[in-house]
């Protein structure tokens, strides 16, 4: 199964960036593909002076390669038997009928991050990690790891010796994602949320963090924290026979399982601070149930579609979109949609993104041209900004639900950048081929940050999953977007490679 990552890249590793933003702004081509010669040096993306941030490597589906005695009847038997209202019912998951609904604020890093801040262990010991609805494990850096230099984790990594609830299995684990992996053992351990307070959660207490985790956390987090479906609230339910971490349920099934939650959701808002801003206030995590405050009108709900991953994922079917009056075209097979927190652009395919998406984007509204340029090689376009409001907006609607078209501001699909003086625009749609979820003919796009900002999302695990979308409160419910915050980023630019 496929992986993918995100990866940042400060300036000092590009040659001559000021002068391919300044050629960028010079030659205005409307139409065509900009092409640069060479290739970015992967660099030192430690570097944490003069605006430098660090987008979360994408926790997909990680790849077969484990050295985990953990199969996946393991790892159902350990997800079993840390849920006492699992082992009440003599085995079969129940939905949560009483607890509570707590808001957790979510720390938000120049808009392309967004972590998860909460305890683990007793006393309890405060972590941050990246809150990510497309991928399944809890894990954190251990205090010795960071020690030893093995590891890069903010506040010097979590300490079990100083906990009296830890518990360790034994058992070692890989974790490995698209770009980067981490190595450590299956642990338990008392994770508090706000109120909401969950003992005996399983987690990976990681003591190796390869090269590119260690430059990519550089002391701003401390691990990843998965919500994916997984397959719903089934604990039988197998969506791997070859990979058992993919098996593995999230710490949200623990809550919902666990009796905790007033209902088997959380929803999610994603505020808009700007490109140079830190916030600890930067969005909520709502855990078992909605924040009423942070949306306006009614939610929307499509149900997840078990044809990608095997329900591994929240995913939707796309029934139809549009750039601007340009109704895209789909593939000749299904075209899906993942809804994920944890991937900071919008990816789509190539053929749709090169033949119909780039086009539009570039003749602009009004017949107004943006001068946007694609840079093959980055697999990025840029534009100036002043041009940015005669972008077209990008409309998806799904299928299985209401007919309701979502739309991303052209304003929004653009994020502002200074690097050495020189200011432009990077789009926030990508072309991405992703492969090994589905069947031939079958395209997968990815709705990360840049469209979650749009609209508050709820993740509800009943009817099998289902993903609900609303108006942002304060929001016009016509163009259906937030205001973008363009704030400048000053001394970087921002690339994102696939692998």
């Not at 790892?75 to 509570?100: D, E, H, M, R, Y």
């Not at 707590?102 to 890093?109: F, H, I, K, T």
């Not at 926030?428 to 395209?443: E, F, K, S």
């Amino acid at each position: 199964m496929v992986s993918f990552a995100a990866v940042l890249l400060p300036v000092a590793t590009l040659a001559s960036a000021q002068g391919w933003l300044s050629a960028v702004k010079r030659e205005g081509a409307s139409s065509g593909v900009a092409r640069r010669e060479g290739t970015p040096a992967k660099g030192d993306a430690s570097v944490s002076t003069g605006g430098v941030f660090h987008i979360p490597i994408q926790a997909t589906i990680p790849e077969s390669e484990t050295d985990s005695t953990l199969d996946a009847n393991d790892a159902i038997a350990l997800f079993a038997s840390q849920n006492p209202l699992l082992q009440a019912a003599g085995g079969s998951i129940k939905a949560a009928v009483a607890g509570t609904t707590a808001n957790v604020d979510l720390y938000n890093q120049f808009d392309v991050a967004y972590f998860v801040e909460f305890s683990l262990g007793t006393p309890p010991q405060p972590l941050r990690v990246t809150a990510d609805t497309g991928s399944n494990q809890l894990w954190a850096g251990s205090a010795a790891c960071n020690q030893e230099g093995r590891c890069n984790d903010l506040n010097g990594g979590f300490d079990q010796t100083r906990s009296s609830t830890f518990g360790g299995t034994g058992q070692r684990t890989n974790i490995t994602y698209g770009k980067g992996s981490v190595v450590g053992q299956v642990a338990t351990e008392t994770v508090l949320f706000s109120s909401v307070s969950l003992p005996g959660s399983p987690f990976v207490l990681v003591d190796r963090e390869d090269s590119t985790l260690i430059k990519q956390i550089n002391t701003t987090n401390n691990g990843i924290m998965g919500m994916a479906l997984v397959g719903g609230l089934d604990p039988t339910t197998v969506v791997s026979k070859t990979n058992a971490q993919t098996n593995v349920k999230t710490v949200i099934h623990n809550l919902i399982n666990g009796g905790l939650l007033a209902q088997p959701m959380f929803g999610m808002w994603l505020a808009s601070i700007g490109a140079d801003s830190i916030s600890a206030q930067g969005g909520v995590l709502t855990l078992g149930g909605v924040d009423t405050t942070k949306f306006s009108g009614s939610l929307q709900y499509y149900p997840v579609t078990y044809d990608v991953a095997n329900g591994y994922y929240w995913t939707l079917t796309v029934s139809a979109a549009s750039i601007g009056s340009n109704q895209l075209f789909m593939s000749a097979g299904p075209v899906y949609a993942v809804i994920d927190s944890g991937t900071s652009l919008i990816t789509v395919d190539t053929s749709t993104f090169t033949n119909q998406i780039l086009p539009a984007l570039q003749t602009g509204t009004n017949g107004q041209p943006t001068n946007l340029q694609y840079f093959s090689q980055y697999k990025l376009a840029v534009m100036p900004c002043e041009n940015a409001a005669y972008l077209p907006a990008l409309s998806v609607s799904f299928a299985g639900g209401p007919a309701v078209a979502f739309s991303v501001s052209g304003t929004q699909l653009v994020l502002k950048k200074t690097v050495q003086g020189e200011t432009a625009c990077v789009l926030t749609i990508q072309p991405m081929d992703v492969g090994g979820l589905t069947g031939a003919n079958q395209n997968v796009w990815i709705l990360g940050m840049a469209f979650m900002r749009s609209r508050y999302a709820v993740f509800d695990f009943s009817q099998n999953g289902r993903v609900g979308f609303a108006v942002p409160a304060g929001t016009s419910s016509k163009s259906g977007s937030m205001a973008l915050n363009v704030s400048m980023f000053s001394g970087l630019l921002v690339l994102f490679f696939i692998f």
